[in-house]
């Protein structure tokens, strides 16, 4: 008896331990290591910042090197005197934004899908994953050729009169065009998580509603809106959390002015070469995006216990 | 209202003797009519050019194999099917077109479709708020309700946390809360146990009476059917077979398959041997030489089969001949004997193989009783027992 539960208990502990073991490895320890970066001081030098841990000059070294580390940087990055909180604040709004144009273009396609024909859900199913196949950055940049002033959306907006030929939409290289980019982009992310609680939904509910006097609009607002929230939820964290970091689509599509922490980033760490500042901003980031994280396996955790 | 030959649908309800029966009623206007219905679904007919015309204040009950059209027929009452062909009216008004959030009727489900998000309160309270019935009157509403189905203590409780009987019992209050003009309850209390499901019945029967609504149910369980309602339905393959009392759907049934339906029978293969004004005389296929007589008018000629059919209650077994000479008479052989407390079921062997069953109440406590099995038994019944069947 105590053989037997011991196997079932190590097999469950093993059955535990991988994924932790999987997250510390990949995510834990890379992460300790930027942290231990973003407490250097910058340098010239094989990596270029200091101190570096090196236990072969004894331990005495190693513990001075310990002793040279600081939150400088995170001073640098959170001080009003330079343009990180802005960036930050710049992305949360971008991404928030994008986040609500998402649910209001992901909604009703994925009720559509949802409430279309069985025979043909895994097919709508398939166009919407369909532009996985093709590369991202690929993508991104098929919306410049689209937007730009000599781009398809202008040529064909001259060539219906809407638009005179001397004043072209001017939409590449503005905030609009980031907006237009991460709505396309995430799209999927948004629509999968919403399509799925949707289409659990048992279409009997609605026909108690309306037989209890309730028109399909109220319905809809007391019925399939509140069934559908895990959906949406998870729909909006998945492109939120993805989209604050982003960095292609307001390269590409943004012009110098999109100010998002992304973009910042990659600017510190290839142009001004500060890999301490930078992983201060990537350590930051990180705190910014586990408040939703957390948020959501909260959510997750209550909707399990509520089943 | 008119007095007719149905009279017998006397009931008693909650104290209140009943003597109602407007089908017999030429002036009486029905409040739900079906009018050559037709359901089709694609290529298959699940409702079949069905007329039906059912009274205010009138319990009715459908009976059916599962499959034959009852949910259906509920479905396009209370609009969520529209009929192919034909025609509905609720209280004089063509009900086609309708959505079914402006009916005047309500519907249990099936399935019970409650709400999952929200609380067996809210629940309840749902077709009230819909109404914009007064905060203080929704909540007594509510109360009333949950004290109807016993579910006091669960109202805070969302459906995923009760057992099936008592979700079932929260889509019934849900369904009755807006108390409407028809309320379609489909199998409302097929997860109950007997116990309760019998309280349920008399609470439903006394509900409405007191509220003057009209009942349109679905069961599986035909003894609830001749329990709460007025008549009967039984149908099959999207018609209707026979709409009568209870009584009469048991005792006088019109075809084979509304006796074999409808409780437990014995159907004798037989051919019209004589017949005179109310007395038909039969030779049955089990029983060859023996002249069976059965009391009735019957539109059978002499030598056509019919089919004789006998309620095992109406089936005597002795060791004995019976004294009476009138009486009819049939030998065989003890097969099996079941003992179900009350009852003990004598099935009987008669000398083609056939078998018959007879019921006969246990008066007193006898535990070696005195027929036993390979007894030679003859089975006897009156002439006014059996029912001719040409059907
Ligand atoms: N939406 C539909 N599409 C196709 N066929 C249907 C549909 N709804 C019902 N049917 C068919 O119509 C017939 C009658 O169905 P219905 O639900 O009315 O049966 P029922 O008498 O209520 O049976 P049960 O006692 O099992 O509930 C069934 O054969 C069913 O398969
Ligand atoms: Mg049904």
């Known amino acids: 008896m105590a053989v037997k539960s011991g196997a079932r208990s190590s097999g469950r502990w093993l059955v535990v331990t991988i994924p932790y073991l999987w997250l510390l490895a990949l995510f834990l320890v890379p992460f300790l290591i930027v942290f231990k970066i973003s407490l250097s001081q910058d340098a010239i030098a094989q990596p270029p910042y200091l101190p570096t841990f090196d236990l072969s000059e004894g331990w005495a070294a190693f513990k001075d090197a310990f002793g040279e580390l600081s939150f400088e ?173 982003e960095f292609v689509i307001p390269d590409l599509l943004g012009g110098s002015d999109t ?9 510190e760490f290839s142009v001004n070469r500060s890999w301490t500042v930078s992983s201060a901003v990537a350590v930051l980031l990180l705190m910014v995006l586990v408040i939703p994280i957390v948020f959501y396996q909260n959510l997750q955790a209550r909707e399990v216990e509520g089943r | 209202m008119s007095t007719g030959v149905a009279e017998k649908t006397q009931k008693t309800v909650g104290g209140i003797r009943r003597t109602f029966a407007p089908w017999n009623d030429p002036q009486a206007v029905p409040l739900i009519r079906y009018q050559n219905v037709t359901k089709r679904f694609g290529e298959f007919t699940a409702v079949d050019n069905l007329s039906l015309d059912i009274y205010e204040r009138e319990f009715f009950a459908l009976l059916g194999p599962s499959g034959c059209g009852k949910t259906t027929l509920m479905r396009m009452l209370a609009g969520f099917e529209e009929p192919t062909e034909g025609q509905i009216t609720l209280a004089g008004q063509d009900l086609v077109g309708t959505p079914p959030y402006k009916r005047q009727t309500n519907m249990m489900f099936q399935s019970y479709a409650l709400f999952p998000h929200m609380s067996v309160w809210d629940n309840i309270a749902f077709g ?221 062997e008669l000398p083609n193989g056939t078998r018959v069953k007879a019921a006969k109440p246990n008066l007193t406590r006898m535990v070696e009783r005195p027929i036993t099995w390979e007894d030679k038994v003859y089975v006897s019944f009156t002439p006014d027992a059996g029912v001719i069947l040409t059907r």
């Not at chain 1, 895994?122 to 919306?143: E, G």
């Not at chain 1, 100010?259 to 600017?267: C, D, E, S």
């Not at chain 2, 099959?236 to 339906?261: C, M, T, W």
């Not at chain 2, 109406?314 to 003992?339: F, H, Q, S």
Request: charged share 20%; with cysteine.
């Open chain 1, 73 to 245: 940087n995170y001073g640098y990055v959170l001080s009003w005197d330079n343009e990180f909180i802005e960036a930050y604040g710049s992305s949360l709004w971008i991404a928030g934004i994008s986040t609500i144009l998402l649910l209001l273009v992901g909604y009703p396609i994925a009720y559509g899908m949802a409430r279309a024909p069985k025979s043909i859900r895994p097919t709508l199913l398939m166009l919407v994953i369909l532009p996985f196949w093709t590369s991202f950055l690929i993508r991104v940049y098929a919306w410049i050729g689209i937007l730009s002033p000599e781009g398809l959306l202008n040529q064909l907006l001259i060539a219906l009169g809407i638009i005179s030929p001397d004043a072209p939409l001017q939409i590449l290289a503005t905030d609009t065009a980031v907006y237009i980019g991460i709505v396309y982009s995430y799209l999927p992310f948004m629509i999968l998580p919403l399509y799925s609680a949707l289409e659990k939904m048992d279409e009997t509910l609605l026909e108690a509603a309306a037989d209890l006097g309730c028109p399909p609009f109220a319905a809809f607002w007391k019925i399939t809106w509140p069934l559908s929230l895990p959906g949406v939820f998870a729909g909006c964290l998945l492109c939120f959390i993805p989209a604050v970091g």
């Open chain 2, 128 to 348: 009230l708020r819909q109404d914009r019935m007064e905060k203080g009157a929704v909540a007594a509403r509510v109360e009333e309700m949950l004290k109807l189905v016993k579910l006091e203590k669960f109202a805070k409780r969302k459906p995923h946390q009760l057992s099936g009987g008592q979700r079932q019992r929260v889509a019934l209050a849900r369904s009755l809360a807006k108390r409407p003009k028809v309320l379609l309850l489909d199998e409302p209390l097929g997860a109950l146990d007997k116990k309760l499901r019998e309280e349920t019945q008399f609470e439903l029967m006394d509900i409405q009476m007191e509220l003057g609504m009209t009942f349109l149910i679905v069961t599986h369980d035909q003894e609830e059917a001749m329990t709460v309602a007025d008549r009967i339905a039984v149908m099959n393959h999207g018609k209707l077979v026979q709409v009568a009392p209870p009584a009469v759907i048991y005792e006088q049934p019109n075809s084979r398959y509304v006796a074999d339906f409808v409780g437990d029978v014995n159907i004798l293969d037989a051919k019209v041997t004589a017949l005179a004004p109310g007395l038909v005389t039969l030779e049955a296929e089990a029983a060859p030489g023996m002249k069976l007589t059965a009391t009735q008018e019957c539109e059978a000629k002499v030598g056509e089969s019919v089919a004789l059919a006998l309620r095992p209650e109406k089936l005597r077994v002795e060791l004995d001949p019976p004294a009476d000479p009138n009486v009819n008479c049939l030998t065989g052989t003890i097969w099996d004997i079941g003992y179900l407390g009350d009852l003990s079921i004598y099935h009987v």
């Open chain 1, 259 to 267: 100010l998002m922490i992304g973009k910042v980033l990659w600017t």
